[in-house]
């Protein structure tokens, strides 16, 4: 089975999607001492608006977290992890290939 350059491309930019959401909610907790979620978004108006750029581009990871823990916990169906889990990895697919231009672009290529 061989990939497509474009199918490779793919899988790097949802790994550099989930690395880098897992960097973000891990560099939050550490300097905070307190675990990121969506419920930052209740803290307030400025709160929230600072929130913003840590959850649009760590809620892949916060999304995968929560729906293994709910499983894990509360015995969620599968049928719902497995939603949980596409839509976390579409959004870090989205937001790796953000973070791959923006790297691209600041490197000047």
Not at 13 to 40: D, I, K, Q, Y
């Amino acid at each position: 089975m061989t990939l497509t350059p474009t199918a490779f491309e793919n899988l790097q930019t949802l790994v550099l999607g989930l690395a880098f959401a897992g960097l973000l909610a891990s560099g939050f907790e550490l300097l905070t001492a307190r675990r990121a979620s969506f419920g930052l978004l209740q803290g307030g108006v400025v709160a929230a608006i600072a929130s913003l750029p840590l959850l649009a581009f760590g809620a892949p990871f916060i999304i995968l977290r929560n729906t293994v823990r709910g499983r894990r916990i509360e015995g969620r169906p599968m049928p719902f992890v497995m939603l949980a889990t596409m839509i976390a990895c579409a959004w870090s697919l989205v937001s790796g290939r953000l973070v791959l231009d923006l790297a691209q672009f600041v490197a000047g290529a």
